[in-house]
């Protein structure tokens, strides 16, 4: 059977590569930032704060980017299985509809 809708699968294939990007490049920045935040609070005083607030900031915008960009990968990563999981869905229902038009023809 030839495959149908192309371009879905390929939107499919795209969402769950940028997905599994976003997811990573969450993980990296989450981690670098928590890192950062941790040292002793000589870079956050090129931004103007001092130790403890930059302890805070790279702290509270390392866990934030950590939770909310994984989820976002997880999410787009979901939304491109969903589109494969309809085009499943159409396959199977198309070779029912099929299945059942030659058992019609056979009992007659």
């Known amino acids: ?5 192309k371009f879905l699968r390929t939107l499919a294939t795209i969402f769950k590569i940028l997905g599994i990007l976003l997811a990573a490049i969450a993980l990296v920045g989450g981690i670098i930032l928590i890192v950062l935040g941790l040292s002793n609070g000589s870079f956050w005083s090129y931004f103007g704060l001092d130790a403890s607030t930059g302890l805070t900031v790279g702290l509270g915008s390392g866990v934030l980017i950590l939770i ?6 997880l999410m787009l990563y979901g939304f491109g299985e969903m589109i494969y999981v309809f085009i499943s869905i159409e396959e199977n229902t198309y070779k029912t509809s099929v299945f059942l038009e030659e058992m019609q023809k056979d009992e007659e």
């Open 68 to 73: 909310c960009g994984i989820l976002c990968g």
């Open 1 to 5: 059977m030839k495959k149908r809708f």
